[in-house]
């Protein structure tokens, strides 16, 4: 196959237009695919920015409203019956608006009041959990729970012991409708 010089050329002109178009279309993969996950990098960090943003003016508008909710004559003299029953309905309404995960009013004497919400947590967890807000000085604080996080914030109802502790779950539902905005 070799023998003749025009074979040899042949085989030669093949190899080289093989090694150079290998060599080329190895180079140009290699760019497009650094490109491509420099693009990736950068969509995800603006992702990661815009959930931030979305995820922290939400929750804001939150404590805003539970801010309100908790200055309400309603829900004040309904704690200073220190009557559960009495509590309870009004922390209903009062959740429903505010679209609360968890709403939470404890009275003067760290008696739990009411407890309404699709996360419900023992008196002994929800004791640990306003303890945790009130350490900090913008009172809220994250709750470790099965599935997720709760970003939880004690509002002060009165110069006692008396709050409102308001949250709002981190779960895969809310993830959904993160990803939906």
């Not at 050329?9 to 080289?16: C, E, G, K, Y």
């Not at 409203?65 to 220190?82: C, F, I, M, S």
């Not at 419900?120 to 350490?135: F, K, N, Q, S, Y």
């Amino acid at each position: 196959m070799l023998s003749s010089l025009t074979n040899r050329i042949f085989v030669a002109s093949a190899l080289l237009v093989v090694v150079s178009t290998g060599a080329a279309i190895f180079f140009v993969q290699r760019a497009v695919s650094q490109r491509a996950e420099a693009d990736l990098r950068t969509r995800l960090d603006e992702a990661a920015s815009l959930v931030d943003t979305v995820s922290r003016t939400q929750f804001n508008d939150f404590i805003d409203k539970a801010q309100l909710v908790g200055d309400l004559p309603k829900l004040r003299a309904a704690v200073e019956t220190d009557d559960p029953p009495t509590v309870q309905p009004i922390a209903q309404d009062y959740q429903q608006r505010l679209r609360a995960d968890l709403f939470v009013v404890i009275g003067r004497s760290g008696r739990l009041l009411a407890q309404v919400g699709r996360v419900h947590l023992t008196a002994e967890v929800i004791g640990d959990v306003t303890a945790a807000c009130r350490r900090r000085a913008d009172q809220t604080a994250f709750w470790a729970l099965p599935g997720g996080i709760l970003h939880v914030a004690a509002i002060p109802l009165d110069t006692g012991m008396a709050s409102l502790v308001v949250g709002t779950s981190l779960d895969r539902e809310a993830a959904e409708a993160i990803k939906a905005v």
